[in-house]
């Protein structure tokens, strides 16, 4: 679940950028609380990212298959959000009271103890990788009720940093190069110039963010396809196919029936208030 990104919205409290140690690693650190939506699941689209999710109204998380919305996979209210490469679905009924850590891509890698890939497209409770520490966590975020959230967050992050925060080098160059949109160096540019066989620049790539480079492109392209149309009312798809860097329409349709279930006009009907969460159906 990415965090809510409406500041119209009475029960949304922005996020915070954290310390600077960790600013490498955590895009920010947020909470909404009290907000209540006319649907009752909706899509979550992959962002490229990881995150931690508290329930702090419920200890409970569900995530529902996407082909029967009856079957639901159910963890404790704190969870790992892995880096997924589609969309998933969610009960909004779980939105009252929420913290979250929004990892930058790869950011998680130096706390999890253990490749990111092993975590692509699940969701899995916190406690299941990092023990009774982490399930003590949410308990001391309810007993705080006049403390600083946020900060008892960033104390734990640090504290399962233990003082090695880092990423391998030519993670890092490529992150940086596949930053813009769309981005100016080619896969096999950067892995010539990392000085890595093709084969093991994947390996690590995949180690830290939990997506090869290619799926990695590719969300991170419909991405900046998706926040234009989140804010559009009326769209030139083969103009924005274009904008986003996809080779012709037909790319970028692919692309988002793959990552959001939906084609682009379906999308553009569909869409809620918040970027990255489509309301499913009744």
């Known amino acids: 679940m990415a965090p809510l990104s409406s500041a119209s919205n009475p029960g949304v409290i922005n996020g915070f950028s954290p310390r600077r140690e960790l ?10 609380d009290g907000l209540v939506q006319e649907h009752d699941l909706e899509r979550v689209l992959p962002t490229g990212t990881m995150q931690i999710i508290i329930n702090l109204a419920d200890d409970t998380s569900r995530k529902y298959d996407r082909d029967d919305p009856r079957r639901v996979e159910t963890h ?6 892995g880096p ?33 890939s092993e975590l692509r497209d699940l969701h899995v409770s916190i406690e299941n990788i990092w023990g009774n520490v982490a399930r003590q966590l949410r308990e001391q975020l ?17 504290a399962r940093g233990n003082g090695g925060l880092g990423r391998h080098p030519a993670v890092a160059y490529a992150l940086t190069q596949f930053s813009g949109v769309p981005h100016t160096r080619s896969i096999s540019d950067v892995t010539d110039r990392v000085g890595l066989s093709p084969r093991r620049f994947i390996e690590l790539f995949d180690a830290e ?6 799926l990695f ?16 009312e009326v769209i030139d798809w083969a103009d924005l196919a274009a904008l986003a860097g996809y080779y012709d329409q037909s790319h970028m349709i692919r692309d988002f029936q793959e990552f959001s279930g ?21």
């Not at 969300?219 to 396809?225: E, G, S, T």
Request: charged fraction near 15%.
């Open 23 to 32: 600013r490498p690693f955590v895009d920010q650190i947020w909470r909404y």
């Open 76 to 81: 404790h209210g704190a969870i790992v959000s």
């Open 84 to 116: 997924h490469a589609g969309y998933f679905i969610i009960d909004t009924a779980e939105q009252v009271s929420v913290l979250g850590i929004s990892f930058t891509p790869g950011g998680a890698g130096p706390f999890l103890g253990m490749p990111a």
């Open 142 to 158: 309810l007993e705080a009720e006049d403390s600083d959230p946020f900060g008892i967050l960033e104390d734990w992050l640090l």
């Open 209 to 214: 963010v939990g997506l090869t480079p290619k």
């Open 217 to 232: 492109c590719r969300i991170k392209r419909f991405q900046h396809a998706i926040r234009i149309v989140h804010q559009a």
């Open 262 to 282: 939906l084609n682009p006009s379906a999308y553009l009907k569909q869409r809620g208030p918040h970027l990255n969460h489509v309301p499913l159906p009744a």
